[in-house]
């Protein structure tokens, strides 16, 4: 059974060796906390220009790839530790595909895109070449556009619906970036999901240059 294990949200604060206000260090909130269109109530989300809106409201990352983590970081990571809104276990990275829908409680949240590393994700975890060990890594952790606002908080169940169309994982997604000539047969699949728009642009753009 997949179970909500943390609702995480942030404050503006500053981090060492990046000099821009950031909401990448999220904790953990008990109680209830609501989530609407674009995301949690009185969250900080500060470089609009990458993260927030619409198409990435909430930002998930999966206890599966937190464990593969474990073996890999100094410490074993602890909720929120990659900016993630929610901890979800009972999925991962590697089964989360675009279009699956999380239902928690009233809260219905369809998957759209993987996360992509930034400096500031390197920052906040004091390496240099973190987004480079994150690629090869693999695990991604899925952003999602809210489908049915309302509230959850830890604790609650998950119910996983996954999309009944093509199967493109989280991790499939990520294999994409930094490749200059991506498959014409994936981004064709991809365009028959409800991947987010700023990538269905993208390669919708690729395809027609294509021709």
């Known amino acids: 059974m997949a179970m909500l294990l943390s609702v995480n949200r942030a404050r503006p604060r500053r981090i060492p060796g990046h000099k821009a206000l950031t909401g990448i260090c999220k904790e953990p909130v008990a109680g209830p906390v609501a989530i609407g269109p674009q995301g949690l109530e009185d969250d900080a ?4 220009q990458h993260h927030g809106g619409s198409e990435q409201a909430v930002y998930i990352y999966f206890q599966e790839d937190y464990d593969w983590w ?8 602890a ?9 979800i276990s009972g999925a991962s990275s590697a089964t989360a595909a675009i279009g699956d829908r999380f239902a928690i409680g009233e809260v219905v949240l369809e998957v ?5 590393p ?12 973190w987004a480079k060990r994150f690629y090869r890594a693999n695990r991604p ?3 999602c556009r809210v489908i049915r606002p ?26 994409q970036d930094g490749l200059k000539d991506i498959p014409r047969d994936f981004m064709r699949r991809a365009l028959t999901t409800p991947i987010r728009e700023k990538t269905r642009f993208k390669y ?8």
Request: hydrophobic share 45%.
């Open 70 to 77: 474990a073996g890999e970081l100094a410490a074993p990571p």
């Open 45 to 48: 989300i500060l470089d609009r």
């Open 79 to 87: 909720p929120g530790l990659f900016g993630e809104n929610l901890t």
């Open 118 to 129: 930034c400096a500031t994700f390197s920052a906040r975890m004091g390496d240099p070449q």
């Open 150 to 175: 309302g509230e959850a908080e830890a604790g609650m169940t998950v119910a996983i619906a996954p999309f009944a169309g093509e199967r493109i994982t989280m991790a499939e997604l990520m294999a």
């Open 141 to 143: 952790g899925a952003y």
């Open 204 to 211: 919708e753009t690729k395809l027609a240059s294509l021709f």
């Open 112 to 116: 759209t895109a993987h996360r992509t």
